[in-house]
């Protein structure tokens, strides 16, 4: 049982690129997010889903985008790559109750 | 609107000396808590949890939280930290199924 697992652990990308970072559950959990971490600010939650087919925006969802076609898989998609989107993402799943199980992360550094 | 305050951002403590570290959160209605690690390098690992019953919550390596209702706060405590405790600690609130709230952390760095 691998839980949540994202990919890649580590990007660099240049400013404009676009990139896609992958999420992916075995748990069968319906709800699925992402989070931004940022020094001294904690986790921020960018989008989530209760659902295939079902997402919606979270506290800052601008410069991402998300879908959600399967229950497995939840991508975060950065369509034109800043520097400000430099930070750690973590992707989160739960079965509809309160605790929620996240992956390792990505560390993604926009150049 | 939910949030959390965490009050210290930095604490350094000496091995063996006892920890607190403090949580507040804001919001009327029921919630549940959480404390997750982050140890360096790593992904965040939950600590402790509560949902509701005995207000003082023991989790995983020696800490504990004390929920207490009057006071909007969760802090966690661990009566003497070791070198290897040297990590972030996040406190996080949920009111639903899916939003967590996360307070900004606090950096622990345990000398030996």
């Known amino acids: 049982n691998a839980g949540v697992t994202q990919t890649p652990k580590f990007q660099v990308l240049k400013t404009g690129q676009s990139m896609t970072l992958q999420c992916a559950q075995d748990m069968n959990h319906e709800y699925m997010s992402w989070y931004r971490q940022d020094p001294g600010m904690g986790l921020r939650l960018i989008h989530y889903s209760v659902g295939a087919g079902i997402t919606d925006q979270g506290e800052v969802p601008n410069g991402y985008n998300v879908s959600r076609s399967t229950t497995e898989d939840f991508p975060l998609r950065l369509l034109s790559a800043a520097p400000s989107q430099t930070s750690v993402y973590f992707c989160?799943?739960?079965?509809?109750?309160?605790?929620?199980?996240f992956g390792q992360g990505t560390r993604l550094t926009v150049v | 609107a939910q949030s959390v305050s965490q009050h210290n951002h930095h604490v350094i403590l000496s091995e063996a000396a006892s920890l607190e570290l403090g949580c507040n959160y804001s919001?009327?209605?029921?919630?549940?808590l959480f404390w997750y690690v982050q140890y360096p390098g790593q992904h965040l690992q939950l600590l402790l949890k509560y949902f509701s019953g005995d207000p003082l919550v023991k989790g995983i390596k020696g800490f504990e939280a004390e929920f207490i209702k009057s006071k909007f706060s969760f802090n966690l405590r661990k009566p003497s930290v070791q070198w290897s405790d040297t990590a972030e600690y996040f406190c996080a609130v949920s009111s639903g199924t899916y939003k967590y709230i996360f307070g900004t952390g606090t950096r622990l760095k345990v000398l030996a």
């Open positions: 919001y009327g209605g029921t919630v549940n």
């Open positions: 989160a799943s739960n079965a509809g109750g309160p605790e929620a199980f």
